[in-house]
């Protein structure tokens, strides 16, 4: 049931991404980027009710389907805490992009119906200005925000390749072997640092 | 121009309420709890953005007309500050209640064109249930909960005065003067009263 995990592991994803948006609306140092920030939590959200929605019409337990993916989740969140604006700002640059673009592989692979996902344009535009005016107007910065976007990526396909190991209907779900799987992740990994370099950083 | 001071003052509260409603989720102690605060705080992002437009509809600057609130609306949430999950939960609960109880007086008063807000009803029930049975399993927490919930109020009721005081606009949008301000205070003090009453607190 190949469903079952993408749609548990995307709604999870979903989910703890609303936390962590919404936890960073919170360092906002402008009400514009506060808002911005509680709307992109938004669209988290009705992305996690999309999934679990998904979920509902295979007849698959949401709490069921979600429950495996907790751990690695959780274990990269607590892994890649901030409590600095620019950094969780590029965080959830790069983790909008990067479930785009997962969202996009899977729609190549076109294996599993995923559901439409919200996409929230207007933040990664909002985001990109916000990053690189912030760095042009402090140039030392762009050597820590690109560390900081390198262990966001070290992390996140750290925990990717453990549940590829664990899930083996994951993995099919994604194109099929631990080879193909690692050939996705190195197109995800690919776009994530073209789009941190487009930014003016490492 | 009243009209500015109560948009102004329940979008900034609208705001603060998504970002105190999603750090509540982080605390939940189920995945449907999370879910549910994350639906909460979706709803009072939505009515903020409603407030906001209702502003840009009325030529208002959004930001300008939120900024006297800033401060009074700040100093409760950091006054109220709490990392228990049942308090949180409360907290949310009694949140609701009293802005669908003032959504409900400004709309008697009929002085001014708020938007339609969201209420959350499946919300209210949720809590209302999560509540009843965390009591019942150990009644000790009646009395904890009960003295939160004049906490609450109390520190409301304070930041509501001092913002009356300042800002004759509102207190105009909300009655008229000082006195017909305080009665419906005190309505709101009754209604939220016999809403904590009913979980069987206090």
């Given at each position: 049931m190949p469903d079952a995990d993408l749609l548990g592991c995307l709604a999870?994803?979903?989910?703890?991404?609303?936390?962590?948006?919404?936890?960073?609306?919170?360092?906002?140092?402008?009400?514009?980027?506060?808002?911005?920030?509680?709307?992109?939590?938004?669209?988290?959200?009705?992305?996690?009710?999309?999934?679990v929605a998904a979920l509902a019409e295979r007849r698959i337990e949401a709490e069921e389907a979600m429950?495996?993916?907790?751990?690695?989740?959780?274990?990269?969140?607590?892994?890649?805490?901030?409590?600095?604006w620019l950094e969780n700002l590029l965080a959830a640059y790069a983790g909008a992009g990067m479930a785009a673009d997962l969202a996009a592989e899977v729609t190549t692979i076109g294996g599993t119906g995923l559901p439409d996902l919200a996409h929230d344009g207007e933040f990664a535009d909002f985001a990109a200005e916000q990053l690189r005016s912030a760095?042009?107007?402090?140039?030392?910065?762009?050597?820590?925000?690109?560390?900081?976007?390198?262990?966001?990526?070290?992390?996140?396909?750290?925990?990717?390749?453990?549940?590829?190991?664990?899930?083996?209907?994951?993995?099919?779900?994604?194109?099929?072997?631990?080879?193909?799987?690692?050939a996705l992740l190195l197109r995800l990994t690919e776009r994530h640092t073209a789009r941190i370099a487009a930014l003016g950083l490492g």
């Open positions: 999870y994803a979903s989910l703890t991404a609303f936390g962590r948006t919404a936890a960073a609306a919170d360092l906002a140092p402008t009400l514009t980027a506060k808002a911005t920030m509680a709307r992109l939590a938004v669209t988290d959200y009705q992305n996690y009710e999309s999934l429950a495996p993916f907790i751990p690695p989740i959780d274990a990269f969140h607590s892994r890649t805490r901030s409590q600095d760095v042009s107007a402090e140039p030392a910065r762009a050597g820590r925000l690109a560390l900081w976007s390198r262990r966001l990526l070290g992390e996140a396909l750290s925990q990717a390749q453990r549940v590829a190991a664990d899930r083996i209907d994951l993995t099919a779900a994604l194109g099929g072997d631990l080879t193909q799987f690692g």
